[in-house]
């Protein structure tokens, strides 16, 4: 379950990094960008396909800025600068863990080690969240077992 989240966090997250100065200026080419080049498998569209994300950023400078995204069937209909009222999840990060991982040899090892050190961490809003999420995580766990 890690890996997943993780993934879809990182992606929307991904986007943000290069200049978080800019970023709202560039909010709907972003929101297109991610559209257009993440095809979501079934089970990550039936966990993420209807969210609404707040992503909380730390940029290297100490600069902390929010992103809201709003998903509908695995796309993001609309990408708001300073958050979302009502998130069902929050996801907390600093750029240089976005980083660390996106440059790294072993992306899932890098996840793995961000979400073990609390350098990366989300956190399920809604009842129908934790629920889904959970069970979803004890699943993942398991068959990592056999990995």
């Known amino acids: 379950m890690k ?5 879809i966090m990182l992606i929307l997250c991904a986007s943000f990094v290069n200049a978080h100065t800019d970023f ?3 909010l709907e080419g972003i929101r297109r960008n991610y559209n257009e080049n993440f095809n979501a498998p079934s089970y990550a569209q039936t966990l993420f396909g209807d969210q609404r994300i707040n992503i909380y950023i730390t940029a290297e400078d ?10 509908e069937n695995s796309k993001i209909n609309n990408l708001e600068p ?8 929050n996801v907390y990060v600093d750029e240089a863990t976005i ?9 899932f ?15 399920a809003i809604t009842t ?20």
């Open 3 to 7: 890996k997943l989240i993780i993934l």
């Open 24 to 26: 709202m200026d560039d």
């Open 62 to 71: 100490g600069d902390e800025f929010t992103v809201g995204a709003i998903n």
């Open 82 to 89: 300073r958050g979302i009222e009502d998130p069902t999840m």
């Open 99 to 107: 980083e660390e991982i996106l440059t790294s040899t072993s992306p």
């Open 109 to 123: 090892d890098a996840l793995s080690n961000a979400m073990n050190s609390g350098a990366l961490r989300y956190e």
């Open 128 to 147: 129908g969240n934790k629920i889904k999420l959970g069970f979803a995580s004890v699943v993942i766990k398991f068959i990592s077992w056999f990995r």
